[in-house]
């Protein structure tokens, strides 16, 4: 698989306690924002480092909205009390008015338009296949979509401006080239340049559903068309310990991993047995959130192996269970907030 190289990437400043961290925020639309930002209230209430701090910070897809909030300032319990319409009263959050319900148009996509959406990719993922993930692959055949960002856009480009990236920044943003299927992280200096809105908006533009988004004369989809969290990103980048938070993943085990002694089949296995799914559409996305899960911990044998430390916070059977099957469902982000914050407190107190 072809894949962005991170060499060349600014030299990471060391934080103030010597640790280097990074911070991956992975893809899963409205309730996975709703999750991820539980998920982080029970970082910074758990370990006592605030997670907008991190050296590093990669979002995709919805990741890249929170991973934008966090770079300009935004605290993870403002996140928090603004997805519970509690006013904002200090800080880059202060006064911004902002409907998550309907901000990306609502639980269903509307209407794609006829057509294969990108059919120069299609063609080389049909000459070499080997080079690109499944989902890639498919995104290629899924007709255009028709909806809309450009909400999320206007919210970004609020709070972070519209003068390009910001020098220094630590927001990377993961994105795929519409044209050749290969990832792109936006804020790396071999990046086309891009202003953060347009680069949060091409990372969240799901192929079928938005309309791919243009980034400097180029059309860009999804960064979770080549990984729902693309971790392995955080390679190369001098960093001491990674955090991943990835609500479209399977929590196997406090630290991440398999149960000791147990491989990770197994302990899919006992999660697809626990896990009992009603209808097609939850079936499928359970199926989708088990190869996430083998994608997740293979990012993370990498860094690990490269000696970096990694965290893996992902959503339990109860999260799941307030979730349902649709991660754009709006009526159930207040109950998928409240049960993260419990939940995700409760696994890094396993760890801990």
């Not at 306690?17 to 539980?38: E, F, P, Q, Y």
């Not at 400097?216 to 392995?232: K, L, Q």
């Not at 991440?256 to 899919?268: F, S």
């Not at 649709?326 to 801990?352: I, K, Q, Y």
Request: charged share 20%.
């Amino acid at each position: 698989m072809t894949q962005v190289s991170t060499s060349g990437a600014a030299a990471v400043p060391v934080s103030a306690d010597g640790v280097r961290r990074g911070l991956v925020l992975g893809g899963g639309g409205m309730l996975g924002a709703a999750w991820t930002i539980g998920a982080l209230c029970a970082v910074e209430e758990s370990t006592g480092w605030q997670p907008g701090g991190a050296q590093v910070i990669l979002g995709t897809s919805a990741g890249s909205i929170l991973g934008a909030m966090l770079a300009v300032g935004v605290r993870a319990a403002d996140l928090r009390d603004h997805q519970r319409g509690v006013p904002i009263t200090t800080g880059p959050l202060a006064g911004v008015d902002f409907d998550y319900d309907t901000a990306a148009g609502g639980a269903l996509p509307p209407r794609p338009r006829p057509g294969i959406g990108s059919p120069g990719l299609l063609r080389d993922a049909v000459r070499h296949p080997r080079e690109y993930p499944l989902l890639t692959m498919v995104s290629a055949v899924v007709p255009p979509g028709r909806g809309s960002v450009a909400p999320v856009g206007e919210l970004v480009r609020r709070l972070a401006g519209a003068d390009g990236w910001v020098r220094g920044s630590a927001l990377r943003v993961a994105a795929v080239d519409y044209r050749t299927g290969h990832r792109v992280v936006f804020g790396d200096p071999q990046a086309p340049p891009a202003e953060v809105a347009e680069a949060v908006m091409a990372s969240c533009a799901l192929p079928g559903w938005f309309a791919p988004v243009e980034v400097a004369g180029g059309p860009y989809v999804d960064g979770g068309c080549w990984s729902a969290t693309n971790a392995d990103l955080m390679l190369g980048r001098g960093l001491d310990e990674v955090y991943v938070l990835a609500p479209m993943a399977l929590r196997l085990h406090p630290r991440g991993r398999a149960e000791p002694g147990r491989g990770t089949v197994a302990a899919l296995k006992e999660w697809r047995e626990r896990d009992r799914p009603r209808g097609v559409l939850a079936q499928l996305v359970s199926r989708y959130r088990r190869a996430v899960t083998r994608q997740m911990l293979r990012e993370a044998r990498l860094l690990r192996a490269a000696g970096t430390r990694v965290q893996l916070l992902a959503p339990t059977l109860e999260d799941l269970a307030v979730m349902g099957p649709n991660m754009m469902d709006p009526a159930r982000r207040g109950a998928v907030l409240e049960t993260a914050l419990r939940t995700s407190r409760a696994a890094l107190e396993g760890v801990r």
